[in-house]
């Protein structure tokens, strides 16, 4: 069912519509070097080869899992051939995030010298995955996962296409049922078009030869599938970074969401333990002590527990915290400290803080003058400086007007009272 012209194609108008450059370009058959961007079943190797089939060029299909340099000399060899006879060259190659650095420059000067046109299509962020001297040599384009209402365009057209579908099959699809369908395909066309062969296989055969695909056929083709989740790509940082943002936007509804969706997913729980603790300490801090605790105690029930009872407790974390008064501030106070500590140089303590337990450390006024806080009043050392000399003015923790924190702040303006007072002596 591939689409074998431009009008048959489904999905992604965004970029295929007239007036936007990839559709000019294949319209008219002028080529570029391009990089195909998005999930599986959204038409990356369809679209390559419409652009070849439009401009008249030899379709090169090369696989990163599969081959390496030598199969692409190999392509760049037969590109060459092509150029003699005044025949372009299309070098697809699928799944091109795979290929290293080595692999990726050796696309770069038959690019340069137009002796191909790369398309490459990759699953990943070319940000990350692709070299920067290829990303400037190719247009990027971003495909999207196609909507319900084309993945449905998509079985209609199988189901009534006589030579490459099914449709000389009298075939009884309630449309209930293939909503289903398109909503289990989860914005794959690929999937969506599997499923559909399996559900055929299964379908009831009626005493008129019409194979009839019921309810109970399409449950037991559709239970368990998986959203679109794969582990340390793009999809996993994007639904990560959801969870996060919920919480730290007070969002317990979509903070839950996230969670289950990265845990349908097949996410690690340990992996969301640790991001949940990691969360109380940088978006509430000490706003709510509460807090840390619970999502400490969550990642502890997770690890005794294990799959699927320890997850209700990292869910009763991710509720907490979303709801949870916030605070930044000691997250803020850390990235300061801590920049602070690698920029400056390697200074000294101050002698009044050293520990003196020899006499040769005490001839030296190691812990001289310094103040035991305990015999002040309130039992607070006023005017007492802790910093390196370089540093006496600092002052990194700024607690915010939210939880605890309130009582925090308020306490700290008391004792910077004191000390202003104690320097006025």
Not at 117 to 136: D, H, Q, R, W
Not at 149 to 175: C, H, K, M, N, Y
Not at 287 to 303: G, K, V
Not at 369 to 384: K, N, Q, S, T, V
């Amino acid at each position: 069912m591939r689409p074998r012209r431009l009008d048959e194609f489904i999905g992604q108008s965004h970029v295929l519509r007239p007036g936007k450059p990839l559709y000019e370009a294949i319209d008219s058959g002028r080529l570029h070097s391009m990089i195909f961007w998005g999930p599986p079943g959204t038409g990356k190797t369809t679209l390559a080869r419409l652009i070849a089939g439009h401009s008249n060029a030899l379709f090169l299909p090369v696989s990163a899992v599969l081959s390496g340099v030598k199969e692409i000399r190999t392509a760049v060899a037969e590109a060459k051939k092509q150029l003699e006879n005044d025949r372009r060259t299309v070098l697809f190659v699928d799944e091109v995030h795979r290929f290293n650095k080595s692999q990726q420059d050796a696309f770069l000067p038959h690019v340069e010298d137009g002796t191909v046109y790369l398309i490459g299509a990759t699953t990943e962020n070319p940000s990350f995955e692709l070299n920067n001297a290829l990303l400037s040599r190719a247009r990027v384009y971003l495909l999207k996962p196609l909507t319900e209402e084309e993945l449905l365009q998509v079985l209609d057209g199988a189901l009534t296409d006589e030579q490459r579908g099914v449709g000389r099959l009298d075939i009884r699809f309630p449309s209930s049922v293939r909503r289903w369908f398109a909503e289990a395909a989860d914005g794959d066309a690929r999937r969506l078009l599997n499923l559909l062969e399996i559900s055929i296989d299964l379908a009831q055969e009626q005493e008129d030869g019409s194979l009839v695909i019921t309810e109970a056929v399409a449950r037991e083709i559709l239970a368990g599938g998986l959203r679109r989740f794969d582990k340390q790509g793009e999809d996993f940082f994007n639904q990560i970074s959801a969870l996060h943002k919920s919480v730290r936007g007070s969002a317990p509804d979509a903070a839950l969401y996230w969670l289950c969706r990265m845990l349908d997913g097949g996410c690690d729980p340990l992996y969301l333990a640790r991001r949940i603790v990691r969360i109380a300490c940088e978006d509430i801090g000490n706003a709510d002590l509460r807090a840390l605790e619970l999502a400490l105690n969550a990642w502890n029930a997770q690890e005794r527990l294990g799959s699927p009872e320890g997850e209700l407790a990292l869910a009763q974390a991710v509720i907490y915290l979303a709801c949870a008064p916030k605070s930044n501030a000691v997250y803020t106070a850390y990235k300061a400290a801590m920049n602070d500590a690698a920029q400056s140089a390697s200074l000294e303590v101050p002698l009044h803080l050293r520990n003196a337990p020899t006499k040769l450390m005490q001839q030296l006024d190691y812990g001289k003058e310094y103040r035991y806080a305990h015999d002040e009043p309130g039992a607070y050392a006023a005017g007492e400086c802790y910093f390196p000399d370089a540093l006496s003015d600092r002052r990194y923790y700024s607690p915010v007007g939210r939880g605890l924190e309130i009582k925090i702040a308020e306490k700290l303006a008391r004792l910077h009272e004191l000390d202003e007072a104690a320097r006025l002596r």
